[in-house]
Each structure stands twice: as structure tokens, then as C-alpha cells.
């Protein structure tokens, strides 16, 4: 059980905007930066998002993460099939002295 | 461009040690934090450690009984053992760097480059 919350799926159309939602607690996201990672199955996950808003090399600018008290945001506007796949937020957690993962939100393109 | 590539046994047997070796190539060891994840099939990423160049660690809660890691700087690798396995150890497991400093009044802390995992099955 992780002490990030992410909902499991979220679906979208081409061209449409989505939002990813992370929640935490003043011990991980309230206090440190969070970051976002993009897994496609059968490959390696990627760094997306790193210090809350900062996109990753090769990241296109339809991706932005934001912050806000204990909670993050991914959002993808102008969705494209190919940004299919399951998205990961992360911290590191003071309480818990560890990096923690959300438990990752699988976005579908319908 | 730094690689990773992780190394190792593909099927451990229970109550054994599942040992990893993560090699570095095309940069430096020196100066980050070299950290393990793993995912068990259908699941989530799971954090399990990382250790710096200087040797110190930081481990998962749930698994740092079992689990240790060690940075060898003359070989740029490093290395992950894991006691005591069982099948809930079986996953793909992958190597990263990371980076970490301090932003604003915020501490940051992620993993910029991955290994492309190798799987491990526990079973006898």
C-alpha cells in the first residue's frame, strides 16, 4: 500500500486533455519536490516530470506537472496515441527515509 | 551517455540470495546515488534501495532486513543481494541513477537514467 494515491485509469480521445491527480502527505509531497514517470509495458520506465513542473530531455511541452500543498498534477494536453501507457508519480518520503512510488495510472487513448 | 546494464541469475531458488551486479558505463560513478526498483508482474514500481558512491545506503523499510547494496568505484558497479527470497521477490528489476540536491526549500530526489532490467523468477 502505497502512501501515494493516483487513481487506476484514466481515458481520453486524440487531441483531448487529461489530468493525472497524485496525492500525499506533508512528509513526501508537502515537503519534497515530486516527480513523474512514464512506463510502457516491456521497456524501462522513463523520467517524464523531475522537481514538480521540469520536463524531462526529449519531453514534448504537451506534458506539465504542477503542485499544489500535499498534491500533484500531470497533465497531457493534446493526447496522442502513443502517450498510452502507465504514469508514475514519486517522492522522497522523510518519514519513511525512502523514495516512494504512487501505485501508477494507466491512461488509455480511446 | 551513460548506460546501465543490470547482470545477473534469471531463476533464484527460495530461501537463497538473489544477487544483481548493475555496471556503468560511458560516465561516472562518482557523485550520485545508484538506486534499485523492481516491478513484479502486474504490479506497480517498487523502490527497493540506494547507495551512494560514498557506500552509505538508504533501504526500502520493508525489505532493508534482507537487503543490502555496495558501490565498487574501481569496477563502476554496483551490487544488490537480497536474503531469504521467496516467489513475492520475483520481478524484473531494474538499476538507476539518481540525482538529488537541495530546490529551494525542497529536497529533490529522481531517477534520470534506467537500466533495461533483467528478470528474475524465484522458484524452485
Known amino acids: 500500500q502505497s502512501v501515494l494515491t493516483q487513481p487506476p485509469s484514466v481515458s481520453g480521445t486524440p487531441g483531448q486533455r487529461v489530468t493525472l491527480s497524485c496525492s500525499g502527505g506533508s512528509s513526501n509531497i508537502g515537503r519534497n519536490a515530486v516527480n513523474w514517470y512514464q512506463h510502457v509495458p516491456g521497456t524501462a520506465p522513463e523520467l517524464l516530470i523531475y522537481t514538480v513542473s521540469h520536463r524531462s530531455s526529449g519531453v514534448p511541452d504537451r506534458f506539465s506537472g504542477s503542485r499544489s500543498g500535499a498534491s500533484a498534477s500531470l497533465a497531457i494536453s493534446g493526447l496522442q496515441s502513443e502517450d498510452e501507457a502507465t504514469y508514475y508519480c514519486a517522492v522522497w518520503d522523510d518519514g519513511l527515509n525512502a523514495y516512494v512510488f504512487g501505485p501508477g495510472t494507466m491512461v488509455n487513448v480511446l | 551517455q551513460v548506460q546501465l546494464q543490470e547482470s545477473g541469475p534469471g531463476l533464484v531458488k527460495p530461501s537463497e540470495t538473489l544477487s544483481l551486479t548493475c555496471t556503468v558505463s560511458?560516465?561516472?560513478?562518482?557523485?550520485?546515488?545508484w538506486t534499485w526498483v523492481r516491478q513484479p508482474a502486474g504490479k506497480g514500481l517498487e523502490w527497493i534501495g540506494r547507495?551512494?558512491?560514498?557506500?552509505?545506503?538508504n533501504y526500502n523499510p520493508s525489505l532493508r532486513s534482507r537487503l543490502t547494496m555496495s558501490v565498487d568505484t574501481s569496477k563502476s558497479q554496483i551490487s544488490l543481494n537480497l536474503r531469504s527470497v521467496t516467489a513475492a521477490d520475483t520481478a524484473e528489476y531494474y538499476c538507476a541513477r539518481a540525482s538529488h540536491g537541495d530546490y529551494g526549500p525542497f529536497y529533490y530526489h529522481f531517477l534520470e537514467v534506467w537500466g533495461k532490467g533483467t528478470a528474475v523468477t524465484v522458484s524452485s
Open positions: 547507495v551512494f558512491s560514498d557506500g552509505s545506503t
Open positions: 560511458g560516465g561516472s560513478i562518482i557523485g550520485y546515488y
